[in-house]
T-cell receptor, first 114, second 118 residues
Framework: SQKIEQNSEALNIQEGKTATLTCNYT??????LQWYRQDPGRGPVFLLL?????KEKRKERLKVTFDTTLKQSLFHITASQPADSATYLC?????????????FGSGTRLSIRP | GAVVSQHPSWVICKSGTSVKIECRSL??????MFWYRQFPKQSLMLMAT?????????EQGVEKDKFLINHASLTLSTLTVTSAHPEDSSFYIC??????????????FGPGTRLTVL
């Protein structure tokens, strides 16, 4: 069956360290993968998109990698801050077709302690 | 980034009444909008895909007569929960698809609507 899994429900990190979140998928060949941040009681906010032919994307303190052989994406936050505490969702788009959907993982709740 | 608004942000209603939630794309046109619901500590569950000028496509298990979707313009989609019951209480989130550059379309989400049915 098709699955997208974020294998940590929760992650606790000391401020200043790098937080690494994992997203694995099975039985999909995604066109691209996206990462979102969601704060409690709010809608998800788009962070980064990485395509199937890209290995790595960066945006300020954020870095995303995409390994289509391992069927895995890693999301890194360097120099983490308490304000980075939130739930992070990975999502994949199944194809470039306008009819394709975004499938979400269950999310990882990240807590950065001072 | 693109902005999507939702109204109302929260609503409390009595069982049996209907509630309408609006979703607007403020700075782009969206031929496709999506409606999700989210229960506490769970991920987003896609309910339906709303296409401007045509009927919505509902996911398996979602009652189309209960969750009425109208996408009458390129910037507005509405979700009406008809004859709401306590089990319909949830966080409803819409998103709008911004096609942007070729091959890089992204969904932008609204802030969500908290529905509580008494």
């Amino acid at each position: 069956s098709q699955k997208i899994e974020q294998n940590s429900e929760a992650l606790n990190i000391q401020e200043g360290k790098t937080a690494t979140l994992t997203c694995n998928y099975t039985n999909y060949s995604p066109a691209y993968l996206q990462w979102y941040r969601q704060d409690p009681g709010r809608g998800p906010v788009f962070l980064l998109l990485i395509r199937e032919n890209e290995k790595e994307k960066r945006k300020e303190r954020l870095k995303v990698t995409f390994d289509t052989t391992l069927k895995q994406s890693l999301f890194h936050i360097t120099a983490s801050q308490p304000a980075d505490s939130a739930t992070y969702l990975c999502a994949l788009r199944t194809s470039y077709s306008s009819a394709s959907k975004i499938i979400f993982g269950s999310g990882t709740r990240l807590s950065i302690r001072p | 980034g693109a902005v999507v608004s939702q109204h109302p942000s929260w609503v409390i209603c009595k069982s049996g009444t209907s509630v309408k939630i609006e979703c607007r794309s403020l700075d782009f046109q969206a031929t496709t909008m999506f409606w999700y619901r989210q229960f506490p500590k769970q991920s987003l569950m896609l309910m339906a895909t709303s296409n401007e000028g045509s009927k919505a496509t509902y996911e398996q298990g979602v009652e189309k007569d209960k969750f009425l979707i109208n996408h009458a313009s390129l910037t507005l989609s509405t979700l009406t929960v008809t004859s709401a019951h306590p089990e319909d209480s949830s966080f409803y989130i819409c998103s709008a698809r911004d096609m942007g550059l070729a091959g890089t379309d992204t969904q932008y989400f609204g802030p969500g609507t908290r529905l509580t049915v008494l």
